[in-house]
């Protein structure tokens, strides 16, 4: 007989440090989901669920997506092994993809994850510049380098005295960071301007790293000119501009978030969506600062190595996700704001008639519903208004009825092609029973 949830929870707390696997998955009532497909989970019960977590967010074409897999099975059969000495045709031709993609970037080098990425994306900035210093932003998420994980979503008690223009003390978000790289990071909030200004004008500063759109604290979009004016100050203080699409990257356009603002970042990272749920990163940027990885110079010469870099497996993954994404732009960028508008629709019609406020943010196929009444512009905003009580009741229910959302207040949920009209109407007519009989 196969385990229940009780005690599926009693042998990983056993087996695995902190209970879950990336110790952010924890959820509360536990679930033993068993499966996933397209835009589906099942748990152990046989209990199918709308997936609207998607993995946090890399399945931009659902689970086990066919023609991604495909690609995969045909690589292994054909002998694309870990090779590891020299350059292997597939690592060129999806770097050609994604230099002709993203309009920052002109070369590139292929990590595992997300996080590896941006910790290379900030040892080039620190090569380039000859500077130390990062700045961040409060709310953002960046990965587990130690350079960045550093208040990542502040309580309210902390953020509630803060004053825009101004940067805050950097607060560790796990233990084991040395003391001494407090004096290297600043943390400011995003779409505070003046606060980039003032800490980035002393002229000491590496780089600024953010996502264009702050999406682990839900969809919080960039104020018309910020993502300009960074651009303007990195520009006249020295500083590399890094975007953080590791969310954001091929789910929004194409070209990136970069591509959507019009503003092209000095270095930029992806991950996630790349490779639709295949472990793939991506460090890119100019080729004068990439370039930093061939320099004659052993001291200015920046190393990025790794056994499992551009393993062809999630080399292939990648491929037949940027060409699918290349051949059928229109359609799968429309598609996903099609959809996306359609659940957005009905949402709105069911949280009009409520006595509480709601905000319905979006862009394309990701989305938040806040339990505030109005679009946050930062964490701030968000620790300070956000109805953290009814938003997690709300995302608990929904479990309840048969609707994935990640059961963390505020937390992004993402729309896949898998999804289909049918099922955002019916996520509508679930969510209408479940906000009504929560009152
Ligand atoms: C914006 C952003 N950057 C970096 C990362 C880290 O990527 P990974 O989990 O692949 O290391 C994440 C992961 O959620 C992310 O959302």
């Given at each position: 007989m196969s385990e229940s949830v009780a005690e599926a929870v009693a042998r990983q707390r056993q087996y695995i440090a902190g209970g879950t696997m990336s110790i952010n998955r924890a959820i509360t009532p536990p679930k033993l989901f068993v499966r996933a497909e397209g835009a589906y989970l099942w748990d152990d019960s046989g209990r199918r669920y709308f997936d609207y977590h998607a993995g946090f967010a890399p399945y931009l074409f659902g689970h086990a997506d066919k023609e991604v897999d495909d690609a995969v099975i045909a690589a292994i059969r054909s002998g694309a092994s870990l090779i590891g000495a020299g350059t292997m045709p597939w690592e060129a031709d999806l770097a050609e993809m994604l230099v002709e993609a993203v309009?920052?970037?002109?070369q590139l080098q292929l990590t595992s994850t997300g996080s590896e990425a941006v910790s290379y994306a900030l040892r080039l900035a620190r090569a380039h510049t000859g500077r130390d210093k990062v700045v961040i932003m409060q709310g953002g998420y960046n990965g587990w380098a130690d350079y960045v994980s550093y208040n990542l979503m502040d309580p309210a008690a902390v953020v509630g005295s803060h004053e825009p223009g101004t940067e805050y003390a950097p607060r560790v978000t796990t233990a084991g960071i040395p003391k001494v790289i407090d004096e290297t990071v600043k943390v400011i909030e995003y779409n505070d301007l003046a606060a980039a200004e003032a800490v980035l004008s002393k002229g000491d500063i590496a780089a600024i790293i953010l996502e264009?759109?702050?999406?682990?604290?839900g969809i919080v979009k960039p104020q018309p000119g910020y993502l300009e004016g960074l651009r303007e100050i990195c520009d006249r203080t020295g500083t590399v501009l890094i975007f953080d699409?590791?969310?954001?990257g091929f789910r929004h356009a194409l070209g990136g978030y970069q591509e959507i603002a019009g503003v092209t970042p000095d270095l930029c990272t992806f991950g996630k969506a790349v490779a639709n749920g295949y472990p793939l990163g991506v460090v890119g940027g100019k080729q004068e600062i990439m370039a930093l990885c061939n320099d004659p110079d052993p001291k200015r010469r920046v190393v990025i190595a790794g056994t499992?870099?551009?393993h062809p497996v999630n080399v292939a993954a990648a491929k037949a996700s940027i060409s699918r994404l290349m051949n059928r732009r229109e359609e799968v960028y429309g598609e996903l704001e099609r959809l996306g508008a359609r659940l957005q629709a009905g949402f709105e019609a069911i949280f009009a008639e409520r006595n509480y406020a709601t905000t319905f943010a979006r862009q394309g196929s990701a989305f938040t519903l806040y339990f505030m009444d109005h679009a946050p512009v930062n964490w701030q905003d968000i620790a300070l208004n956000n109805d953290n009580e009814r938003d997690l009741a709300y995302r608990r229910a929904m479990i309840e009825a048969g609707v994935f959302h990640?059961?963390?207040?505020?937390k992004q949920s993402s729309i896949s092609l898998a999804h289909t009209d049918d099922d955002i109407d019916q996520t509508i007519e679930i969510t209408a029973d479940v906000v009504r009989a929560l009152g």
């Open positions: 309009p920052g970037i002109e264009p759109v702050l999406q682990n604290v699409e590791v969310k954001t499992y870099n551009g990640f059961p963390a207040a505020t």
